[in-house]
């Protein structure tokens, strides 16, 4: 059984910085395609950042590209989420998820696997 468990969330003022981890346990994670997407209050759930199985595949959303890179380690089993410059408009529920390699997958259609969430709340 796949499970993805996410940390690092919290409260940062406007301008901050924060790293998610998301730790993944059985499965192939070599394999898997890893992203993290996030759900804004009153809003639906959104593609933030997806890396493949290489960083020759990767993928950002346009509202945090030059903010925001996606990492992993396939030893350790991990897909970070490094968050430079964090406005208000990225308090979010975070959740990352595991699909299919390759390639970096933008569609939450695509991906099978899912952690409970990490909440970031940025203040202003």
């Known amino acids: 059984q796949v499970q993805l468990v996410e940390s690092g969330g919290g409260l940062v003022q406007a301008g901050g910085s924060l790293k998610l981890s998301c730790a993944v346990s059985g499965g192939t994670f070599d394999t898997y395609t890893m992203g993290w997407f996030r759900r804004g209050p009153g809003k639906e759930r959104e593609f933030v950042a997806s890396?493949?199985?290489?960083?020759?595949?990767?993928a950002y959303a346009d509202s945090v590209k030059g903010r925001f890179t996606i990492s992993r380690d396939n030893t350790k089993k991990t897909a970070d989420l490094h968050m430079n410059n964090l406005q208000v408009e990225d308090t979010a529920v975070y959740y990352c998820?595991?699909?299919?390699?390759?390639?970096?997958?933008?569609?939450?259609?695509?991906?099978?696997?899912w952690g409970q969430g990490t909440q970031v709340t940025v203040s202003s």
């Open positions: 890396i493949g199985w290489t960083t020759n595949w990767m």
């Open positions: 998820a595991g699909g299919a390699g390759p390639a970096a997958r933008l569609s939450e259609q695509e991906y099978v696997f």
